[in-house]
């Protein structure tokens, strides 16, 4: 029987196309054939590069019996959780509300009317593990459907009403300041991991968004310990199997403490984020570490994520072919002594020291994950860049992972502002070029003429879902940090076009809470809102940061108001949780900063231009906001009324409606910003 996932633009929907269950995608019809029919829905959330996902697929949805009875007494919908995070979300809260987890692949069992009454995540086949089989969990909510109706309509309206009771108290209405700062740095003090960086234990995700408020707390108050925490977490990571140590780039996360073995997907978003804290790390620092993984990172992402369009794809699978025909999870990244040899010959044995590869194996099946473990001894830096280069060479040779290339809007704005400072800091203009044009198919293909964003596109075709929250701010810190790099006001102006569209139709008017879906969006059980940061700044936080760095360069007083009251969250939550909310306490170091506001004027094609320009955008005084061009120039509004000083290019630098004296000298300019 064919289903109705043919005409999908999601790789992780089309994937199921073929399926005998006969899937819809999420709409009105899924849910009007339910009531049709009077069947429960089963709604199955999950995503290209889940390898959970992938198992359960396997085990029952390509089985022909499982289809048939789901076929027979439930309509079925599955639903890429990156193309609909608002779906995702408002059921996500249901599931770990009554079940204390969650987790992808995510099945919940819905009425006709979309409440839920029945959860869980990763089903097998048959008992295991304490867990029941997928098909006694079927059986089990058939009958109690048939039989018990009322007790379900019950439970699914108990439900929707605990979720509606959950809306969130908006925390503050003032901002951080220094003494929720300070709370905050204490708190991760607690949960800092001194023996291995990072924090908590495992498994071990990459703390970007927090290392990214260490970063700027040094930069404005000097302190060590945060610098400490910053620099030694990224050491520990680019050292670890978690960083590709041939290719560049970052997995997912770390299933150990030690940051040893990685769970291999590649997301785009952590590889943005992570790329643009390295490259930060490295202005603070000027580590070579960093600036080598900021550089081959970014390298990385425009190598295997860069789509024909100029977009970046989601994801690299974990899984892939180990030469036998088995996906495997790992195969394409893990060494076996033997292997190296195969490549190596007589430097297989240095390089397996180089690498941490042992007899016994770090992985599974005497196989190990690269590493770069802190050892005694010299190794020759060229012997060793040769055995790198050969054996990225031979993996290249190995079944590759899967990709998954639709572009989503929030993430490519994030590579977006990743690669345009890498590429300013570290002369790459190759970087700064894939940067824009990116941005450009944001614009063309993400944008309607309302300036109102798609979620998602693939092969040069927009999705049919809208925007949220975290599409609209992330896409415009992108377009922010591209007019910094750029000079351009054109990006400017787009940022202010999606920040007129948070202000208008994400933002409560009476309290200045955020949501995460617009006000005229499809309607589902309760409008998701959620401040606290996960895998990527949450569209609260990152809407915060963006609105208020439009209103340091534009002086629009209701845009840094907005960012105000959004940061109110930051004031409640920073010392009590502050690994979830890392993205709202570095905005919050910004408006603690100003944030300084910087103009360069000079011709273009003058030195002295391109060497203040460089020397502002390399200050580490926290959220500045830099605009370069002619004097007179109507570009950027910071350029309005900035001459040129005795006929040279000059600098100002201004803070909380007070400026310094502009200077023709890049050491003052340097000083002046944190440089």
Known sequence: MPNHLANETSP?????????????????????????????????????????????????????????????????????????????????????????????????????????????????????HGMPGFRQVLEGVHGAWSERREEVAEVAEKIVRDLAGREMGFGDDRVPGEEELAGALLGLTREYDAARGGFGGAPKFPPSMVVEFLLRHHARTGSEGALQMARDTCERMARGGIYDQLGGGFARYSVDREWVVPHFEKMLYDNALLCRVYAHLWRATGSELARRVALETADFMVRELRTAEGGFASALDADSDDGSGRHVEGAYYVWTPAQLREVLGDDAELAARYFGVTEEGTFEEGSSVLQLPQQEGVFDGETMAEARRLLLAARSERPAPGRDDKVVAAWNGLAVAALAETGAYF???????????????????????????????????????????????????????????????????????????????????????????????????????????????????????????????????????????????????????????????????????GPREVAVVGPADHSMTGVLHRTALLGTAPGAVVAVGDAGSDELPLLADRPLVDGEPAAYVCRDFTCDAPTTDPGRLRSALGG
């Open 12 to 128: 992780y929907l089309l994937q199921h196309a073929d399926n005998p269950v006969d899937w819809w995608p999420w709409s009105p019809e899924a849910f009007q054939a339910a009531r049709e029919r009077g069947v429960p829905v089963l709604l199955s959330v999950g995503y290209s590069s889940c390898h959970w996902c992938h198992v359960m697929a396997h085990e029952s949805f390509e089985d022909e019996a499982t289809a048939a009875y789901l076929n027979e007494h439930f309509v079925s919908i599955k639903v890429d959780r990156e193309e609909r995070p608002d779906v995702d979300a408002v059921y996500m809260e249901a599931v770990q509300a009554a079940t204390g987890q969650g987790g992808w692949p995510m099945t919940v069992f819905l009425t006709p009317e979309a409440e839920p009454f029945y959860f869980g995540t990763y089903f097998p086949p048959a008992p295991r």
């Open 427 to 593: 002369d790459r203009p190759d970087l700064v070029e894939a940067a824009i044009g990116a941005a450009d198919l944001l614009v063309r293909l993400h944008m309607d003429d309302r300036a109102r964003l798609t979620r998602t596109s693939r092969d040069g075709r927009a999705g049919a879902n809208a925007g949220v929250l975290e599409d609209y701010a992330d896409v415009a810190e992108g377009f922010l940090a591209l007019a910094a790099v750029t000079g351009e006001g054109v990006w400017l102006e787009f940022a202010g076009f999606l920040l007129d569209h948070v202000l208008a139709q994400f933002t409560d008017p009476e309290s200045g809470a955020l949501y995460d879906t617009a006000s005229d969006a499809e309607q589902l059980i309760r409008r998701p809102q959620d401040p606290t940061d996960n895998a990527t700044p949450s569209g609260w936080n990152a809407a915060a940061g963006a609105l208020l760095s439009y209103a340091a360069h534009t002086g629009s007083e209701p845009h840094r108001a907005a960012a105000e009251r959004a940061l109110g969250v930051v004031k409640a939550l920073g010392p009590r949780a502050p690994r979830f909310v890392g993205w709202g306490l570095a905005v919050a170091e910004a408006l603690l900063d």
